[in-house]
DNA sequence: AATTGTACCAACCGCACCTTC
DNA sequence: AGAAGGTGCGGTTGGTACAAT
């Protein structure tokens, strides 16, 4: 089709965000709810395409992001399900709920990429492009597929913890609604605070630069300035319960990937690793025949 | 102390898909 | 039915901090 670039011609800013468009987005999304991105920059004043606001969210406000230190646990779950699915890094993000894609794939460029090119490992399935030329209208069965891979993902993954989650832990049905990110956190270690918080934090380093989070000079460079960007979030141990009070709404993913999930009964930002583990389970326990083609560890592109 | 190399991460870019008209 | 607009995804780049020399 060609289309033409969002952010077209001048006057649109690029580079790193500052605190203060930051504030101006999270004030927006708060009022409005995130989506309807196109309106943003008009609504608000800022001068960022749509597209950069929509990322800046997605990667860097959105509530329940944690970052930074990605636990074994994680990781592995990273390497089985890139091996299993490629680099779609949305749908590996997607049984992450609190990690972002742009997080996972920038994890996996920089650490398990070598790690894994150097054993001999990875590659996986269609890993080249990321994107197997599944055509059109068979949308939703590759998800099915990558659902049913993904489950096997965890199986495996979680069958290499060494702290497995007793089974006797697991609830009876699988979750409808999975919780929402800070409330899976009860469980208590690292635990991510909520977006009020954070953006409270941040207000405070903002206006009160010298305090904690220093974020006033420099927003965007990564977690080894560790106190000036607002990674220094995540760190707040005892905030996770409390986010039911928040203003802003926690956030749904209604990507492409997500909705094939909701079809798949877990809607939702997606389930805590317990809940995930619950969730293939009960698969493994009940129904094994939901239509969904048994798949090999191999190239899920082969069912198309 | 200065320079160079490396690691990391936020953000951008372009394409593909979905939705609306 | 098809065009146009909107959104999401994955690859890549640029900037910064730290490590090594």
Request: proline share 8%; glycine share 12%; charged share 20%.
């Amino acid at each position: 089709m060609g289309r033409p670039p969002c952010c077209e011609k001048g006057g649109v800013k690029k580079g790193p965000w500052t605190p203060e468009e930051d504030l101006v987005l999270v004030s927006y999304v708060q009022d409005h709810g995130p989506g309807n991105w196109r309106a943003v920059p008009t609504s608000t004043g800022l001068m960022r395409c749509s597209k950069s606001c929509r990322l800046r969210w997605t990667n860097y406000l959105r509530p329940g992001i944690k970052r930074g230190n990605f636990s074994d646990q994680e990781e592995k779950l990273i390497i089985h399900l890139q091996a299993l699915l490629g680099n779609r890094w949305a749908a590996i993000a997607s049984y992450m709920p609190e990690r972002t894609d742009n997080d996972i794939k920038n994890y996996w460029n920089t650490h398990l990429k070598k790690k894994f090119t150097k054993t001999g490992g990875g590659g996986g399935a269609e890993a080249k492009s990321g994107r197997c030329a599944a055509p059109k209208g068979q949308w939703e069965r590759r998800l099915q597929t990558d659902i049913h891979t993904a489950r096997q993902a965890l199986r495996e993954a979680l069958s290499l913890d060494p702290d497995p989650v007793p089974p006797s832990a697991k609830p009876e049905q699988v979750p409808q609604q999975p919780p929402a990110p800070a409330a899976t956190q009860a469980a208590g270690q690292a635990t991510y605070a909520s977006s009020a918080e954070n953006i409270a934090r941040l207000l405070e380093g903002w206006m009160h630069p010298g305090g904690g989070s220093g974020a006033a000079g420099k927003v965007s460079s990564g977690s080894r300035s560790s106190a000036s960007s607002v990674s220094a979030f995540s760190g707040d141990e005892g905030a996770s319960a409390s986010n039911s009070g928040t203003a802003v709404r926690m956030p749904e993913r209604p990507t492409r990937t997500s909705k094939a999930v909701d079809d798949a009964g877990t809607a939702g930002p997606g389930p805590s690793f317990s809940m995930l583990e619950s969730w293939l389970l009960d698969d493994g326990v009940g129904h094994g025949d939901t239509g969904l083609v048994s798949v090999p560890l191999g190239d899920p592109c082969e069912f198309f």
